[in-house]
């Protein structure tokens, strides 16, 4: 009964290749987001999703493109993937906006190697 | 500019000891202050959430603590476990359109036996 799931949990790939990593929560949560943290463990928020509309938007390059199909899942697709992107990806989930005091809850993390 | 900064970057503590972790911060305009912990391997959990108004509010052994003007929090573990080394993240919101969020670089805590 894991509150965010993520999958896969590891996901090696080489250059140039797409990818995808899917997320879902089960907490009824109206709020999702997607976090990049890198090897330095600096957490970056890439995209927040707020009943099925996009956000927040960071300046991520356009390879990379969050897709809900309902607020209980927010997929990350990643086009032309390339080494920079090698990181643990984060889902996570929040009742609202993290302008409110909801807690937000994440995910266990995808580890994206890309060679 | 719209910064979090932790210090120290890392500690090492005795087990049984108490610490206290800083994050200041120059976020306006400021909506709250959440401190996580995350260990090796997993997702971030958060130990407290803080607004404006609250100045002490603690979780178990953690405590955090906010002073609004000069715009710092600082988190104190009594009583260091094994289980408490990890790394600790700072997180400010701003009250802004699209409510923003700023992360420090986390300070890292290593209890030792």
């Known amino acids: 009964d894991t509150a965010v799931s993520q999958t896969p949990k590891y996901l090696v790939t080489q250059m140039g290749n797409d990818k995808s990593i899917k997320c879902e929560q089960n907490?009824?949560?109206?709020?999702m987001y997607w976090y990049k943290q890198d090897s330095k463990k600096f957490l970056k928020i890439m995209f927040s999703?707020?009943?099925?509309?996009?956000?927040i938007n960071e300046t991520v390059p356009n390879r990379f493109s969050p897709k809900s199909p309902d607020k209980a899942h927010l997929n990350l697709h990643i086009n032309s993937l390339e080494l920079g992107d090698s990181a643990v990806y984060f889902c996570?989930?929040?009742?609202?906006?993290?302008?409110?005091?909801?807690?937000?809850?994440f995910g266990p993390g995808t580890r994206l190697t890309v060679l | 500019k719209n910064q979090v900064e932790q210090s120290p970057q890392s500690l090492i503590i005795l087990e049984g000891k108490n610490c206290t972790l800083q994050c200041n911060y120059t976020v306006s305009p400021f909506s709250n202050l959440r401190w996580y912990k995350q260990d090796t391997g997993r997702g971030p959990v958060s130990l407290t959430i803080?607004?404006?108004?609250?100045n002490t509010k603690s979780n178990g052994r953690y405590t955090a603590t906010l002073d609004a003007d000069t715009k710092q929090s600082s988190l104190h573990i009594t009583a260091s476990q094994l289980s408490d080394s990890a790394s600790y993240i700072c997180v400010v919101s701003a009250s802004n359109t699209g409510n923003q969020f700023y992360f420090g670089t986390g300070t890292s805590l290593t209890v030792i036996p």
């Open positions: 999703y707020n009943n099925k509309e996009l956000i």
């Open positions: 996570a989930s929040s009742r609202s906006l993290l302008g409110s005091t909801d807690t937000q809850y």
């Open positions: 907490l009824g949560h109206d709020t």
């Open positions: 803080m607004t404006f108004s609250e």
